[in-house]
């Protein structure tokens, strides 16, 4: 099912293949790299389809047999390559409410990052709940009337051809406003792109959920014009990760979504670092996931292969 909900284009992208009982092989994608580095949510989204996939195939009957991630910590060690990878699962802890694996993602170079995943069943947890407050109000469901909400544009799409995948929106009437916790912006997101004379256009799944986590144009784009206008240039800014952590709060279903609303907050940037937290939401408010980046402000070269 989720090869056709999230498309066909980002389902090969994800796939892996068992090379042995704890051990996965990947082929990371340029389609959805940064310049020459595989793009943070993009890789966060292969790390799931790893969790998943190695349950499936190794721990078959753990969870009822449909294991998911509820935590997902990543650390990133050294850039990526785009290219052939290899994963290697460690069981920490395999549990009857929830397990624990360390996932290493190497290629030909060495590790290039390490992520400790927290696996459980999504949908028969059961226990005390307490649902918060929440001021999310997502947008009206006509966004091609431009008067509430205006399409984003991916800067340099070019060298950005992982967030270029994603239609994205924001208000017209509050792109930024600065709260006690720093800078906050909202948007919408369609996981819709023109390829050749074609529009592709599929629905958000956990998975891609993952990668949109990490998918936050309008801020980057003012940033980067912040970072140019002290230099005089005009060059594409890389954003890299260096850890993400997320916490999944709900799950999608089967059938996906058609659009899917993050909060992103900016708590602060210092010295070329930021850290940044995302809220995801689905149509009628629903916290679905929770993404905290610790993020660096660089050139693009290295993006590019070039230190």
Same mark, same amino acid.
């Given at each position: 099912?989720?090869?056709?909900?999230?498309?066909?284009?980002?389902?090969?992208?994800?796939?892996?293949?068992?090379? /042995?009982?704890?051990?996965?092989?990947?082929?990371?994608? /340029?389609?959805?790299?940064?310049?020459?580095?595989?793009?943070?949510?993009?890789?966060?989204?292969?790390?799931?389809?790893? /969790?998943?996939?190695?349950?499936?195939?190794?721990?078959?009957?753990?969870? %009822? %047999?449909?294991?998911?991630?509820?935590?997902?910590?990543?650390? =990133?060690?050294?850039?990526?390559?785009?290219? /052939?990878?290899?994963?290697? #699962?460690?069981?920490?802890?395999l549990g009857q409410k929830i397990s624990v694996i360390q996932l290493t993602l190497r290629q030909h170079d060495g590790d290039k990052l390490v992520a400790n995943v927290i696996m459980s069943n999504l949908g028969t947890e059961k226990g005390h709940t307490v649902v918060p407050?929440?001021? =999310?109000?997502?947008?009206s469901k006509e966004?091609?009337?431009?008067?509430?909400?205006?399409? #984003?544009?991916?800067?340099?799409?070019?060298?950005?051809?992982?967030?270029?995948?994603?239609? #994205?929106?924001?208000?017209?009437?509050?792109k930024c406003t600065v709260v006690e916790t720093g800078m906050h912006w909202e948007q919408c997101a369609l996981l819709r792109w023109q390829q050749a004379d074609r529009i592709i256009h599929g629905r958000w799944t956990n998975e891609a959920a993952g990668f949109l986590l990490d998918v936050f144009p309008a801020p980057l784009a003012e940033l980067e014009?912040?970072?140019?206008?002290?230099?005089?240039?005009?060059?594409?800014?890389?954003?890299p990760t260096l850890s993400l952590n997320?916490? =999944?709060k709900a799950p999608i279903g089967e059938a996906g979504l058609d659009m899917?609303?993050?909060?992103?907050?900016?708590?602060?940037i210092r010295n070329g670092r930021m850290d940044i937290r995302v809220k995801l939401h689905n149509e009628r408010g629903q916290l679905l996931a929770i993404g905290n980046h610790c993020t660096l402000i660089t050139s693009p070269t290295q993006a590019q292969g070039k230190l």
């Open positions: 099912m989720d090869s056709i909900t999230h498309t066909q284009e980002f389902e090969t992208a994800i796939s892996v293949r068992p090379h /042995s009982s704890h051990t996965y092989n990947a082929s990371l994608s /340029s389609d959805w790299a940064i310049g020459d580095a595989p793009h943070g949510g993009y890789l966060a989204a292969l790390l799931m389809r790893v /969790s998943m996939t190695h349950f499936r195939h190794t721990h078959t009957n753990r969870h %009822g %047999g449909d294991a998911q991630p509820i935590n997902l910590a990543i650390t =990133f060690l050294r850039r990526c390559s785009v290219g /052939s990878a290899q994963i290697e #699962v460690n069981d920490l802890k407050t929440d001021n =999310f109000k997502g947008p966004l091609s009337d431009g008067n509430t909400w205006q399409r #984003v544009d991916i800067p340099h799409p070019q060298f950005r051809r992982a967030p270029a995948h994603v239609e #994205v929106h924001q208000p017209t009437q509050k014009e912040q970072v140019n206008a002290t230099k005089g240039e005009s060059h594409p800014v890389w954003f997320i916490d =999944f899917l609303y993050s909060c992103i907050n900016i708590q602060s």
